[in-house]
């Protein structure tokens, strides 16, 4: 829809919060695996899974269903809890995450997990992979299904994501809908210093992509991108989101040490007992 | 003697036998698969002429994607469009793919099981004159030794067009090797093919063999005409084709190995990780037995005409004379 009233805004921050618990329980459960970034894309995963896609988690392989690839799948605890929120899995399955015979790998492994579009954790490939579904699906003939992409800021320091930039451009893909997790950590710690990518929207758009930038925390500007994005003719989109890493838990926002650790358990109830008093 | 139920090509002796690359077979292949299923959809980095995709890519147009240079995008790719219910094939020079996009090929098709077919073009030393950069002499150690694929080195033209269509309906991962130049015809249409089954080519008019010769790819030709000489000695030998190298046929090796005691194996290919690593995995688990082995040793190639190459590298019938030499005096 092209505006979002404030009863569905507040109904999708409730939902936001409890994944944002589910994440923090599954991690400290799990003892290790990646907070920061998991934290800082909930709402935008909340946004997707409750209001953009076209999907059906009770039957999760309809064949016309949008497809989403997680590319920076160590951010893959937002994915599950999302998914688990949405209806595809039981949300107590969750507290298997990263444990031996489960479905909830370290990183999305499909062969555990079918529900799930591909298998990621190696970075810079989930975009080609987009690209290819995306040149497929319009193959099709009478199915309206977009493609989208979620991938880190620091993951495109990888080349092969502006291999695939370039083809989708070329092949005018305006049926793919990336969004870039703008959040400025990446593990050696910041972005600009580390590698810097300076203003990514300038770069898709230099490569021939429409987009926009956007605060990835407010509902309103997440709705109206993905409005944009669907309605965009003749090239792919990309919407850059900036982010807070660990967002919803002030005392471990924007701190990139928080990129691939787990809380403890008193870390856990600290945070848990924060995300409570929103709801 | 030939193996008469193979119906191979008789004028395989011939000086002027029929010469014709396995990119061309590939090529030819692929195209006869296009036409059989409309799922396929070829995928190039720019070299569709010298894959020889572009027989596929004039006849179907809106099936065929160019990439432009990036290989690693082109296993991606393909890897997405095959979770969409398509099934790709991806061009390239063996070098690039799956040399420069091994990961991806690990990660995006195999790890997801997606049925995407690599066709690497230009693998070995008979790529020649191009240099050591070009000539691939890894892909065959690359791919094995990645779950849930099927590695396909076929030794002609012919094979070579049987094996992509065979390989365009099977759900599998499948990587198939080809050469650049033109290579002498062994088979003939009529001569059985199935991914995953080894044919003895080359046998003795009676009584077991004291030799096996296991070859693969265009050099199944050096291995026939030295079983032939061999013949004329008296020695008793027998030549296996050894075209799908994964699955590995261990049943038709062991089998081999127990009959003759000795085996050499023939390829274009470091012997590190290569076919003939592969046989001596399967043998010393089951049966072991004495193998020498005919390939690079632990070096890369140089420029120069394929035979100049093959007579310094040793991987020329004189080479295997040599291997098969040793191997029978001791």
Request: proline letters at 4%; glycine letters at 8%; aromatic letters at 6%.
């Given at each position: 829809?092209?505006?979002?009233?404030e009863?569905?805004?507040?109904?999708l921050?409730?939902i936001?919060?409890?994944?944002?618990?589910?994440?923090?329980?599954?991690?400290?459960?799990?003892r290790?695996?990646?907070?920061?970034g998991?934290l800082g894309?909930?709402?935008?995963f909340?946004?997707?899974y409750f209001?953009?896609?076209r999907?059906?988690?009770?039957?999760?392989?309809w064949?016309?269903?949008?497809?989403?690839?997680?590319?920076?799948?160590?951010?893959?605890p937002?994915?599950?809890?999302?998914?688990?929120?949405?209806?595809?899995?039981p949300v107590?399955?969750?507290?298997t995450l990263?444990?031996?015979g489960s479905?909830?790998?370290?990183?999305?492994?499909?062969?555990?997990?079918?529900?799930i579009?591909?298998?990621?954790?190696p970075l810079?490939?989930?975009?080609?992979q987009?690209?290819?579904?995306a040149?497929?699906?319009?193959?099709?003939?009478?199915?309206?299904?977009?493609?989208y992409?979620?991938?880190g800021?620091?993951?495109?320091?990888?080349?092969?994501?502006?291999?695939?930039?370039m083809?989708?451009?070329k092949?005018?893909?305006?049926?793919?809908?990336?969004i870039?997790d703008r959040?400025?950590?990446q593990i050696?710690?910041?972005?600009?210093?580390?590698m810097?990518?300076?203003?990514?929207?300038?770069?898709?758009?230099?490569?021939?992509?429409n987009?926009?930038q956007?605060?990835?925390h407010?509902?309103?500007?997440?709705?109206?991108a993905?409005?944009n994005a669907?309605?965009?003719k003749?090239?792919?989109?990309?919407?850059?989101?900036?982010?807070?890493?660990?967002?919803?838990?002030?005392a471990?926002?924007?701190?990139?040490?928080w990129?691939?650790i787990?809380?403890n358990?008193?870390?856990r109830d600290?945070a848990?007992?924060e995300?409570e008093?929103?709801c | 003697m030939?193996?008469?139920?193979?119906k191979?090509?008789t004028?395989?002796?011939?000086?002027?036998?029929?010469?014709?690359s396995?990119?061309?077979?590939?090529?030819?292949?692929l195209?006869i698969?296009?036409t059989?299923?409309?799922n396929?959809?070829?995928?190039?980095?720019?070299?569709?002429?010298?894959?020889?995709?572009?027989?596929?890519?004039?006849k179907f147009?809106d099936?065929?994607?160019?990439?432009?240079i990036?290989e690693?995008?082109?296993?991606?790719?393909?890897?997405?469009?095959?979770?969409?219910g398509?099934?790709?094939?991806?061009?390239s020079y063996?070098?690039?793919?799956?040399?420069?996009?091994w990961?991806?090929i690990?990660?995006?098709i195999?790890?997801n099981?997606e049925p995407?077919?690599?066709?690497?073009?230009?693998a070995?030393l008979?790529v020649?004159?191009?240099?050591?950069?070009?000539?691939?002499?890894?892909?065959?150690?690359?791919?094995r030794v990645?779950?849930n694929?099927?590695?396909i080195s076929?030794?002609d033209?012919?094979?070579?067009?049987?094996?992509?269509?065979a390989m365009?309906?099977?759900k599998?991962p499948?990587?198939?090797?080809?050469?650049?130049n033109?290579?002498?015809?062994?088979?003939?249409?009529e001569?059985p093919?199935?991914?995953?089954?080894a044919q003895?080519?080359?046998?003795?008019?009676?009584?077991?063999?004291?030799l096996?010769?296991?070859?693969?790819?265009?050099?199944v030709?050096?291995?026939?005409?030295v079983?032939?000489?061999?013949e004329s000695?008296?020695?008793k030998?027998k030549?296996?084709?050894?075209s799908?190298?994964?699955?590995?046929?261990s049943?038709?090796?062991?089998?081999?190995?127990?009959?003759t005691k000795?085996i050499?194996?023939?390829?274009?290919?470091?012997?590190s990780?290569?076919?003939?690593?592969?046989?001596?995995e399967?043998?010393?688990q089951?049966?072991?037995?004495r193998?020498?082995?005919?390939?690079?040793?632990?070096k890369?190639g140089q420029?120069?005409?394929?035979?100049?190459?093959?007579?310094?590298?040793?991987?020329?019938?004189?080479?295997?004379?040599?291997?098969?030499?040793k191997?029978?005096?001791n």
């Open positions: 829809m092209e505006h979002l009233n009863d569905k805004i507040l109904e921050q409730i936001a919060n409890n994944i944002r618990k589910s994440i923090i329980n599954m991690l400290c459960e799990a290790s695996g990646h907070t920061a998991a894309m909930t709402d935008i909340t946004y997707l209001e953009a896609l999907h059906q988690p009770e039957n999760p392989f064949p016309d269903r949008d497809r989403l690839v997680l590319s920076n799948g160590h951010i893959c937002v994915l599950y809890a999302t998914m688990a929120h949405a209806g595809y899995f107590e399955e969750l507290n990263r444990k031996f479905r909830l790998q370290g990183h999305p492994h499909r062969e555990f997990l079918p529900m579009e591909t298998s990621s954790g810079g490939e989930g975009l080609s987009a690209v290819g579904m040149i497929a699906s319009r193959m099709e003939k009478g199915v309206d299904r977009k493609i992409c979620i991938v800021d620091g993951e495109l320091n990888e080349g092969q994501n502006w291999e695939a930039i083809l989708a451009s092949e005018k893909l305006n049926n793919l809908i990336v870039v959040n400025f950590i050696d710690g910041s972005t600009e210093i580390v810097p990518m300076g203003d990514m929207l300038s770069k898709f758009k230099e490569f021939g992509w987009g926009e956007i605060n990835g407010d509902f309103i500007q997440i709705n109206h993905i409005y669907k309605n965009n003749e090239r792919p989109y990309v919407i850059v989101a900036k982010t807070i890493p660990s967002k919803g838990v002030k471990w926002e924007g701190n990139y040490k990129h691939g787990a809380p358990k008193e870390e600290m848990i007992k995300l008093k929103i | 030939l193996n008469p139920k193979l191979l090509n004028k395989v002796w011939n000086v002027d036998v029929e010469k014709k396995t990119r061309l077979g590939f090529g030819e292949g195209l698969a296009g059989q299923n409309e396929i959809v070829g995928l190039c980095a720019d070299l569709v002429e010298s894959t020889k995709m572009n027989l596929f890519a004039d147009p099936r065929f994607i160019e990439l432009g990036a690693q995008n082109l296993a991606s790719v393909a890897s997405g469009m095959a979770s969409m398509k099934i790709p094939f991806i061009a063996a070098i690039y793919s799956p040399g420069r996009n990961e991806q690990r990660t995006t195999c790890f099981g995407v077919k690599i066709i690497g073009t230009h070995g008979s020649g004159p191009d240099g050591g950069s070009h000539q691939c002499l890894e892909d065959i150690a690359l791919t990645l779950p694929i099927v590695v076929p030794c033209a012919i094979e070579a067009k049987k094996a992509t269509i365009s309906k099977i599998s499948t990587y198939l090797r080809c050469a650049r033109d290579t002498s015809i062994i088979t003939t249409e001569t093919f199935e991914i995953g089954k003895i080519i080359f046998q003795p008019e009676n009584g077991l063999a004291s096996g010769i296991i070859a693969t790819g265009p050099s030709y050096n291995a026939l005409i079983a032939k000489n061999l000695e008296g020695i030998v030549v296996m084709n050894l799908t190298i994964k699955p590995l046929d049943d038709a090796i062991i089998a081999l190995a127990k009959e000795k050499v194996t023939v390829e274009d290919h470091q012997i990780g290569g076919m003939g690593g592969a046989v001596a399967c043998l010393s089951n049966y072991p037995t193998i020498e082995f005919i390939g690079v040793k632990d890369f420029s120069g005409n394929p035979e100049e190459l093959a007579k310094y590298y040793e991987i020329d019938q004189e080479a295997i004379f040599r291997a098969v030499r191997i029978l005096s």
